[in-house]
């Protein structure tokens, strides 16, 4: 049976801190709800430290200061499995993300055991142990937890403290210990420091088609639509979809009636925001050259398509050799700027580099790229 406490008052969460501080490091995981927001809601944050796991009730709690300054603390590792989500959830919850911080999604890779592993995967092939996940979809706002929910809670960070000290072992053998470090460290400061509201058209598939006034337009819109969505804590699609936002950009409607003939476009966006809209459109169309966006980059196509499928292939056997997942050696978007920018992306972990070493360059000078 799995030893866990339930926090609900801020000396609980207090002593859990003092206690917490003195280890070497702690598993963190959190449950929470965004069905219909654009924040997620945080239900539990689950704590486990010393063998033992701690589940805080936010809706009890009003003083965070503790946790914030033992995320703080740069000499506790903190450990948490698959952690983009969570990261949302303390920077909401907390102000703050916890550092040092390690992801044994990341680890699970890097230590050859497979790509993307769910948590109730990676528990089962590192400990035997098979985790149910029935509360995935449970209510983490309801109270009282029920005994189930709570149990799967702490399964959740209980599970996950044998898993790192695992993982860490498995990879200080392998002499890998250092890359888990880069590439977790690379994904921190992404997340302290995320594109803002008018870096979101990057993000709209089929951006790429769009050139000046109208790549203008869609930043624009996508903007818009981000303050829109967080002033009413509410999902962006519920404001207006990606394929609208394209949509309008592409054919810029100068009218009421255009703008209602749009695919995806509501009666109800209409009368709440078309007017709104229409002065973005009108702003955008007549804006001057210097404020129109650089172009997204196209997907390669001719002779770049070839070098792309052909540096595939070759990260794909170098993947390989290595016991590695070849996405996490280099991603689809690294690898289409090596080809269109023939030299190596900026800011990835040097570990790439080495393991993939002079055989890159030399690739790159036989095809050309």
């Known amino acids: 049976m799995t030893d866990f406490s339930y926090i609900d008052s801020n000396a609980g969460l207090s002593t859990l801190c003092e206690r917490a501080a003195s280890a070497d490091f702690v598993a963190l995981d959190t449950e929470f709800i965004r069905t219909d927001t654009f924040y997620p809601i945080a239900g539990l944050v689950q704590v486990g430290v010393g063998g033992r796991s701690y589940l805080i009730d936010p809706l009890e709690i009003d003083d965070w200061a503790p946790l914030v300054a033992l995320f703080a603390d740069e000499s506790l590792v903190k450990v948490i499995h698959s952690c983009s989500e969570d990261l949302e959830v303390f920077q ?3 102000g703050c993300l916890p550092r040092p911080l390690l992801d044994t999604q990341i680890g699970a890779a890097l230590a050859g055991l497979g790509g993307g592993m769910s948590y109730q995967r990676l528990v089962e092939a ?46 200080e053998r392998q002499g890998r210990l250092q890359w888990w470090w880069d590439e977790c460290e690379q994904m921190m ?20 088609k769009l050139r000046g006034k109208h790549l203008l337009l869609l930043q624009r819109l996508c903007e818009w639509r981000e303050q829109q969505a967080q002033e009413q804590d509410v999902p962006r699609g519920r404001v207006l979809k ?21 695919k995806e476009v509501s009666p109800k966006l ?25 172009p997204i980059p196209a997907p390669p196509s001719g002779d770049d398509l070839r070098k792309f499928k052909s540096l595939r292939e070759f990260v794909q056997v170098e993947s390989e050799k290595l016991s590695l997942p070849p996405e996490l050696v280099l991603k689809k978007k690294e690898m289409e700027s090596l080809v269109r920018d023939g030299r190596w992306p900026d800011n990835l972990p040097g570990w790439r580099k080495t393991v993939l070493g002079d055989g890159l360059g030399r690739f790159l000078k036989v095809q050309g790229a």
């Open 189 to 208: 400061t992404s997340a302290a420091s995320p594109a803002g509201n008018e870096g979101y058209y990057l993000r709209v598939k089929g951006g790429w």
């Open 126 to 171: 590192v400990s035997g142990v098979h985790v149910e996940k029935g509360e995935t979809r449970s209510d983490w706002l309801q109270r009282p937890l029920s005994d189930r929910q709570c149990l799967y809670a702490a399964l959740d960070v209980d599970h996950l403290q044998g898993v790192y000290q695992a993982l860490r072992g498995s990879l």
């Open 242 to 262: 990606d394929q609208a936002c394209f949509d309008i950009a592409l054919k810029s409607p100068g009218n009421v009636n255009q703008l209602a003939g749009i």
């Open 270 to 294: 209409v009368r709440r925001h078309g007017e709104g809209i229409l002065d973005i459109v009108s702003s955008a169309m007549t804006a001057a050259e210097s404020e129109y966006p650089l």
């Open 92 to 94: 909401r919850l907390l």
